[in-house]
Structure formats: structure tokens, C-alpha cells
């Protein structure tokens, strides 16, 4: 399984950024995509999640209204929509697959590499 999280970057604050990551290697509609990050000298902490249809999701509780996760079955991708960004946003992004079809379950089987969003002030 491999997971290429892309379109992380430098922006300013009040911007937005769409992150996307690639899956291959799963039968992607299967599994619940998830993403988290980590931010220097924090722990991972939980963003988002999407069910295996979409039509479900998840989110942590500080995030809800700015963030919004989305998938595409038909590329194998997911996707995590960034506006009105943040300096406490900055972390490394990372994604992550689970086999199964809730969003709230947080333990996850597969992870990316991650990609660092930067969010000046």
C-alpha cells in the first residue's frame, strides 16, 4: 500500500490549500481515509476522516467549518480543503487508510510520508 500526500506549501494567513493524497496498492472504496498532523514538539493529532462513499465524515472538534475532507473513488484519491488557515495550522500532513467504513474509528493501517503546510502570519 502506498499513500502520496501533495500540496502542502507556504501561505499566508486567511489562505487556503487543498492537500491531496494518492492511494495504490488497496481497493481504495474499502477503506476509510483519514488525516492527521503534527506540528513541531506536539504529538499526531487527528484532522479528518471520510467514510469509504463519502458520504460520511469526521472531524476534530477545532477544525469543523474551516477544513472539510473529501474523496474521489474513481482516482483513489482523498482529499482535505484548508481555508481561513492558521499559524497553529502549520504541521506536517499526513494521511492515512483504514479497512472499513468509519470515519470515527481513529486507529488507521496505513500511512503516507506526509506533506508541510507552512502558514505564516
Known amino acids: 500500500v502506498q499513500l502520496q500526500a501533495s500540496g502542502g506549501g507556504l501561505v499566508q494567513a486567511g489562505g487556503s490549500l487543498r492537500l491531496s493524497c494518492a492511494a495504490s496498492g488497496l481497493t481504495f472504496s474499502r477503506y476509510t481515509m483519514g488525516w492527521f498532523r503534527q506540528s513541531p514538539g506536539k504529538e499526531r493529532e487527528f484532522v479528518a476522516a471520510?467514510?469509504?462513499?463519502?458520504?460520511?465524515?469526521d472531524y476534530a472538534d477545532s477544525l469543523k467549518g474551516r477544513f472539510t475532507c473529501s474523496r474521489d473513488n474513481a482516482r483513489n484519491t482523498v482529499y482535505l480543503q484548508m481555508n481561513s488557515l492558521k499559524p497553529e495550522d502549520t504541521a506536517i500532513y499526513y494521511c492515512?487508510?483504514?479497512?472499513?467504513?468509519?470515519?470515527?474509528?481513529?486507529?488507521?493501517?496505513?500511512w503516507g510520508q506526509g506533506t508541510l503546510v507552512t502558514v505564516s502570519s
Open positions: 471520510v467514510s469509504w462513499n463519502g458520504e460520511s465524515s
Open positions: 492515512a487508510a483504514r479497512r472499513g467504513n468509519s470515519p470515527k474509528i481513529r486507529r488507521y493501517d496505513h
